[in-house]
């Protein structure tokens, strides 16, 4: 009887140790009994590499108007941890120059080995930001009200005149009107001459 208490302590004692210093151990040792990756290591192990992907559709991709700025990459990585095969699928841009790009990049990629192949899709998303419209807009945010030098500003850029009631210029008339407009006519006058 003294024996199998013994034996029971000391079973439950290594099981402590085991639990208490395995899952350091866990995460430290490559697991080559699983049979795939999981979709966090295939994120772990492709995210130093995405600002050189980034960089080979920024040079091959976006320069196409019609690019999307979708890319999706297709990977098959080999039991070794290699890329066995790799596709690049993105809409809009034309030519092979962005395939080759990344497949050169792709010979330097490793991944941890498995018993199995892994088949990953990798999406990725490059948003342009050259468009028509795009960046700041001229805005007042004061409790005040705006100076004359922001609302002649916003005015140009609705392509509209402001008429806002409680804008006054100096001669008391609202921004608006005949007297406004008369004098907005001679100023643009005497700069033509």
Do not use: N
Not at 44 to 69: E, F, N, V, W
Not at 82 to 107: M, N, Q
Not at 139 to 147: D, F, L, N, V
């Amino acid at each position: 009887m003294r024996r199998i208490l013994i034996i029971a302590f000391a079973l439950a004692i290594s099981a402590q140790a085991h639990a208490a210093g395995g899952d350091k151990a866990k995460k430290d040792e490559v697991d080559v009994d699983k049979r795939t990756l999981s979709a966090a290591s295939v994120v772990k192990y492709l995210t130093p590499y995405a600002d050189s992907i980034r960089a080979c559709y920024g040079k091959h991709g976006l320069a196409q108007k019609k690019a999307t700025g979708d890319m999706r990459l297709e990977l098959i990585i080999h039991r070794d941890g290699s890329v066995f095969r790799l596709k690049v699928y993105a809409p809009g841009v034309k030519g092979k120059a962005l395939g080759k790009c990344i497949t050169k990049l792709s010979k330097k990629w490793s991944f941890p080995p498995r018993k199995g192949f892994t088949h990953v899709l990798v999406p990725f998303f490059y948003l342009r930001t050259k468009a028509k419209g795009a960046g700041p807009t001229i805005t007042c945010w004061s409790a005040r009200g705006c100076p004359k030098k922001r609302r002649a500003q916003r005015a140009k850029v609705k392509g509209g005149k402001a008429k806002d009631k409680s804008d006054k210029d100096k001669k008391g008339t609202k921004a608006g009107g005949k007297d406004a407009k008369k004098a907005d006519k001679g100023a643009k006058k005497g700069k033509s001459k």
